[in-house]
Structure formats: C-alpha cells, structure tokens
C-alpha cells in the first residue's frame, strides 16, 4: 500500500501549488489559446456627452405679429430629454391679452393640443416638457395696440430657462421683414460653454413677386459690447461656424434680413457657444 501511495505521487508531477494557484496558471493559457479567434462586438454605448447643467437662452430682437389668421410664432425646440422650461417674457402690454407662451412639439406647425398660458411682462412661466411636447412657441393671438404697428409687437427680451447636456436647439421664427422692421433675432446662452464652439444654419423661402426679389439673409457673431465677430451672407440658406477664443465672454448669434424680400418660414438649427 505505500508503495501504491508513492507511486501516485510521482505521477502528479510534483505539483507544489494548491488548487487556486492552478486556476491562475489556467487563465492565460485559454486567453492565448483562443486569441486568434476573437470577433469583433460592435457597441451600441452612446457617445459621451456632459452632465446636465442649468442653462439659459436669452432671446432678444423678435417682432410677433397677428396669427389670427397665419403661423407666425416663434417655436424653440429643446434638447431631447428636457423635462420643464420655464419662460420669461419682457416688453409685453399691460394687461397682456395677446402674447401666449405654449407647448411645441414641431417646428412646421402649432401643437393643437398644447398648453398655453398668457402672462405679465415679467411673469415666470413653466412649461411641461417630455413625450408630449419638446419645447416653446411663442405667438400672438390678437392686436397689441392702434394704429398701423398694432399688428406688431417687438419682445425686450426673451428668457428660457432649462437644465441640459446638450447646447443644441431647433428654432423656427415668425416672418422676418425686410429692413429695420423685420428685427434682429439674437440667441445666446449662459453660462457659456469651455470650447466656445458655435455652429449656425439659416433656410427660409422667399414669395415671388413682380420684377424679381432680392433674398439676403445674414448671420453674425455678436458679442454684448455690440462689436461683430464673423459674418456670413446667403440666399435662401446661410451657415456660420467657428469657435469664440477663450475666456469665452457673453456672445449671441444674431439673424437679420439683409435683402429687400421678406424671410418666410425661417428655421435655424444652432449649437451656442
């Protein structure tokens, strides 16, 4: 019997470590073995992105006019997953019984079933956001005043307050005059981003009249001192990109008629620095 015992012992091969030492050594040994036959996964990660922060649109040189009768109001759709905007509106009448802050959902048309509220120049508003709705309109329903200008009536300043990772939006604006009357939109969010990156397309369309129009849009960098960066002109579609030298201040992209003809149905797709 000890010579039995010997005997499997030898056989072993002189095994001096335990069994996890073992499971050790196993390891490389099947990753070498199977190496030259890896596949690649494809990955379906998103790419990375930053945490959400407190963001803030600051929208100023908008005209409004009368949509009793047409869509002339200013739609701002969101980042997607955006739960709330809250709306601030400067320069409205007092009493306001014409301006209306709603939701949106697209960019082409109003939502039919959204939520609305009409409030005080000043007057902090909410807005849900989710499934049901993406972003803001902006529109007026009635006369504001007398007298010709009474179909018209220019915002101080627009406000959107939100919480996103993403520095994009979607905007459709109301029909963009000609000259002084059509207004200069301007978009800028705070605080500002670290690369200062900035990326802007301009379409609209143009109604054909007798003789001809002249369609010029414009898009410029506009920083809050009034000095003018980079500018760019363009028939019925204009793009602007670039990035704003750090320290990285309170700039805007601002959108103004240039031409002779008015701006219909203008969109911008943005991403503010």
Do not use: H, K
Not at 18 to 42: F, K, R
Not at 181 to 207: E, K
């Amino acid at each position: 019997m000890t010579l039995a015992m010997a005997a499997a012992v030898a056989g072993c091969g002189g095994d001096g470590g335990g069994s996890g030492e073992g499971d050790d050594l196993a390891t490389p040994t099947t990753a070498a073995a199977t190496a030259g036959t890896t596949v690649a996964v494809p990955t379906t990660a998103a790419p990375a992105t930053g945490p959400p922060s407190d963001l803030t649109l600051r929208i100023t040189g908008v005209r409004l006019v009368n949509s009793e009768e047409s869509d002339s109001g200013m739609r701002v759709l969101l980042p997607a997953g955006v739960a709330s905007a809250t709306v601030t509106l400067g320069g409205l009448p007092s009493p306001n019984r014409v301006i209306s802050v709603c939701q949106a959902r697209e960019l082409e048309r109003r939502m039919s079933v959204g939520v609305c509220r009409m409030p005080a120049s000043g007057e902090a508003v909410t807005v849900a956001l989710g499934s049901a709705a993406s972003g803001v309109e902006i529109v007026q329903v009635g006369v504001a005043g007398s007298g010709p200008a009474g179909n018209t009536l220019a915002l101080e300043d627009v406000s959107v307050r939100y919480t996103a990772s993403s520095r994009e939006m979607r905007v459709r604006l109301p029909q963009v005059a000609a000259g002084e009357s059509g207004g200069t939109p301007a978009f800028g969010l705070s605080p500002a981003s670290a690369d200062g990156a900035y990326r802007a397309t301009l379409n609209w369309a143009v109604i054909p009249v007798f003789g001809g129009t002249d369609s010029n849009g414009q898009l410029a960098l506009v920083e809050a001192g009034g000095g003018t960066g980079q500018t760019r002109n363009g028939s019925g579609q204009v793009e602007l990109s670039g990035n704003v030298p750090p320290p990285v201040g309170n700039v805007a992209i601002r959108v103004q008629n240039v031409g002779s003809a008015a701006m219909v149905n203008p969109t911008l797709s943005l991403l503010l620095p």
